[in-house]
């Protein structure tokens, strides 16, 4: 299996500071930022900074350090934002689109965490 990362997805000129974001949260190995086309009131991205293609490529290739922040990264967008329902959040979504059947816009592995507002269905019957 191989995965084939592109150095000019929009993401990783955001890594290189090339483009400007909103940063919500900045860790060793993983960036948080603003979606510039929020989806709800809440809407983060959480990117690793290692060049990944998708939450499969993630989850096989990155070190245990890179997976742990990671994890811990969404974990403190979710106190940060206060959508965690444990805090009185009134909850949010995780998504992680890979590939062209869930439609990934940007070929640099990120979740986006989405709240704020009843996000209806997780997926329309269509
Ligand atoms: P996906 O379809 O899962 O690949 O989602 C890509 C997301 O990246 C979309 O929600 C876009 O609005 C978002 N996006 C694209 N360019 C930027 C940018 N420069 N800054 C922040 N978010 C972006």
Partial sequence: MS????DNNIFAKILRGEIPNKTVLETDY???F????PAAPVHILVIPKGPYVSHDHFAIEASDEEVLDYTRA???VCKITGVQPSSGGS????IAN???DAIQEVPHFHTHIIG???LGRM???N
């Fill in 34 to 37: 603003e979606d510039i086309s």
């Fill in 116 to 118: 704020g507002r009843n």
């Fill in 3 to 6: 995965y084939n990362y592109d």
């Fill in 123 to 125: 997926i329309s019957p």
């Fill in 30 to 32: 993983s960036l948080a």
């Fill in 98 to 100: 890979a590939g062209q």
């Fill in 91 to 94: 909850g949010f979504r995780s």
């Fill in 74 to 76: 969404i974990g403190e």
